[in-house]
Each structure stands twice: as C-alpha cells, then as structure tokens.
C-alpha cells in the first residue's frame, strides 16, 4: 500500500484528530506514533531509520494509506520521495502554543519516560537530536526547530503538492486537496493537553 498522504507537521499539531479524519476520508489505516505502542514490531524499523540504516521507504510504514506525527514526520524527504504522488500535510500551528502544548505532554515523557517506555524514549531522543532539536527544556531552542522544519517543508515541497493546514480549518481544506466530499459528522477533535495527560495518570493543569 503507498501512502496517498505523506504527514510532515510534528507532534502537538492535531495529528491525533488528523490521523482519525483521515481514516475516515481514505478508509484505510493512518500511522501516528501511537500505532508504536500497539504495535512493537514496528519499532526496529524505525529504529533503523533513526540510527542511519537503511530502510525501503516504498514499504514503510507498511500497510498504510497515510501517515502523520513522529517519528515519520522527521522522514518526510524520504517519504514524500518514494511517494512521489502522494499529498504532503503539514499541520501547523502558532509556536508558542505549541511548545506550551508539547512542554505539558510529551516532553514531560522524555524527562521521566515510564519503565516500558525507556528504550523507545530514548530512540526519540536520537531523532531530535538529528533531525529536531533535543533541548526539551529550551523553549526558545524549541520553537526556533519547529520554525525550522515547518520551513524546510515549505522550501522543499512544491505548492502543487503541498497542504498547510491548521486544525482550526476542519474538513474543508483536505477534502478540497483529496477531491473527496466533506463527511456530514463534525471534524473528530481530539488527545487535547488534559485529555493526553490523563491518559497517562497525570494531573490536570489549572
């Protein structure tokens, strides 16, 4: 299966509402980084990919139609490369609110990551530290990666082939790029900050 839609916006952009919305505009399955969790035998691939050994882009992520979020979202040159008719989407939002949305999620994840989470925390790491910027306590560092990536897609990507999308935008800009109708259910809105942290036991922020 090859990707019709290659996500390149990073994690904290509404990649899990995406994820959903495009599971049900495409009928197929969406890759997203939890998929991981579900699914470790997916992780030595990506590792690979995250430590410098070759990976077949054609295949990967196999048995998808789609992809967004980390860890693929660092791989869109090799993705949108061996998907060469497939939509780049980069979600996108405004910087501050998306360290701010990232400091109280998974950043606190790379700080303190749970037992059975460790080794795959620490590829993360790895991955920001190549491809991102992995001075999680930074904001500024932060913000100025996530600036950087957001223009590395633009620069790279023609606009032909290219989405930029907002979650506040809905349905409407992917439907119209995908040449599909716009579903009659409400844009699937979801794994909000206090939603994703009470996942994982933590407290509410006031």
């Known amino acids: 299966m090859t990707l019709k839609v290659v996500g390149a916006g990073v994690g904290r952009t509404g990649t899990h509402s995406l994820k959903l919305a495009l599971e049900m505009l495409l009928g197929e399955p969406c890759h997203h980084m939890i998929e991981l969790f579900s699914d470790p035998l997916q992780v030595p691939g990506w590792t690979d990919a995250i430590e410098g050994r070759p990976v077949d882009w054609s295949t990967m992520p196999a048995g998808y139609s789609s992809l967004v979020d980390w860890p693929g979202a660092s791989f869109w040159p090799e993705l949108s490369t061996a998907n060469p008719d497939a939509l780049v989407l980069l979600s996108v939002r405004d910087p501050e ?54 223009a590395a897609v633009r620069n790279e990507i023609p606009s032909t082939r290219l989405l930029e999308w907002n979650a506040n935008e809905g349905w409407e800009p992917l439907c119209e790029r995908l040449g599909l109708d716009i579903p009659q259910e409400a844009f699937p809105r979801t794994n909000s900050t206090q939603e994703w942290r009470a996942n994982l036991g933590m407290p509410e922020i006031g």
């Open 97 to 150: 609110s998306w360290y701010r949305s990232a400091a109280n999620t998974i950043f606190l994840v790379f700080a303190d990551p749970p037992p059975e989470m460790r080794g795959w925390i620490d590829t993360m790491r790895q991955l920001f530290q190549n491809r991102f910027c992995d001075r999680i306590d930074d904001p500024a560092a932060m913000m100025d990666a996530f600036e950087r990536h957001n």
